[in-house]
């Protein structure tokens, strides 16, 4: 991942159990008619790209990471690697574990890519009792060539890889769920100097929804439920700060000093790193939603819109707000009241002017203009 990247799971974390307002019958997906992408932002075009494998053919994907602004992985159930190129159009399939000799079965969560034809994927030994992988340690995957061939290892003391970042072929981090965890959401930081082989482990302050890094610059950033974490010395030594919200809902940083954060009901702004906070005038009642700036002004937050079904209570996503602010977020221009647009997926922006939100239907592919 470059230096400009990011790369971070919002919408799905947030509405992970919401059932979708235009679903067929696989349960997952959106009748693209309603979605207008020329109507979608003012200063970017969206693209709306199906892949060129049937949807039914995949399960879940859990993480993307993009190498460069066309080529890119994505992770997910069943041992799943699939191989993005052509701007997002071309989809292969380098590992699934519905083959007879796959190399795990494991629920792929977390990928990361370092250069081109170097990169790391972690799994998940959370399984069925009948699963010889059960209980083996936590999946940890490499490549050397770009994900034609994979070298395997499992980690005792880990039993989810939810996040990694790596910087180099041996110095990488990991947000992790260990083996002495006391819930599924006691998660803590993981270090490794040798390539995976051995990690350093060290618990985070509070328990918190979904893990994943946020990076900006040489700083990198753990959002949690209320505080947050950064390091400056890839991950040797970690800085606390806290928020102004409950729970934190959406967490970006344009630069390693101006961030924004989303909770319930409210949304601020820093220009000190997290030191000192103010309220900004955006809309944000939903449930959550993905932010992306070009720089510390220019920027675009697509809120996500949740409706309820009067007769079962069930909370569906039933739209996306699309807002925009040339003023560092000071003022927002609302471009799209509640776009038919369902965005929804993993985000990973490899430039800040190139990005990407992927599920297993649909590639969001948006340009700056």
Known sequence: MNMNSVKFWILFGVIGTLVFSSCDDDGFDFNIAECKPEEFLDNWSME????????NF???????DFTTTSVGYAVGELGTLI???GDGAVWEVQLTGQETDALTVQALLSVDFFAEDQGFVGGSDILPQFSEERDSGAVFLSTVDAGMTWERR???EVRRFMDLEFYNPLLGLALVLPESAGSNSDYSIARTEDGGETWAIE????????PRFQRASNRIFIPMNRRFRFSDDRGETWTERTTPVNTIEVFYFATPEVGFVVGETTAFRTTDGGQNWEEMPLPVEGGGGIMHFVDENQGFFLR???SQEPETGINYLSGVQTLETQDGGATWTVVAEESGCLVNGEVTFPSSVIGYVVNPNAIYRFVKQ
Do not use: H, K
Not at 48 to 55: C, E, H, R
Not at 58 to 64: D, H, K
Not at 203 to 210: A, Q, S
């Open 48 to 55: 709306v790209i199906q892949p060129n494998i049937a949807s």
């Open 58 to 64: 995949l399960p879940q994907l859990n993480n993307a």
């Open 83 to 85: 191989r993005i190129s």
């Open 154 to 156: 499992y980690v005792d």
């Open 203 to 210: 618990d985070l302050p509070e328990e918190f929804g979904f």
């Open 304 to 306: 996500s819109v949740i």
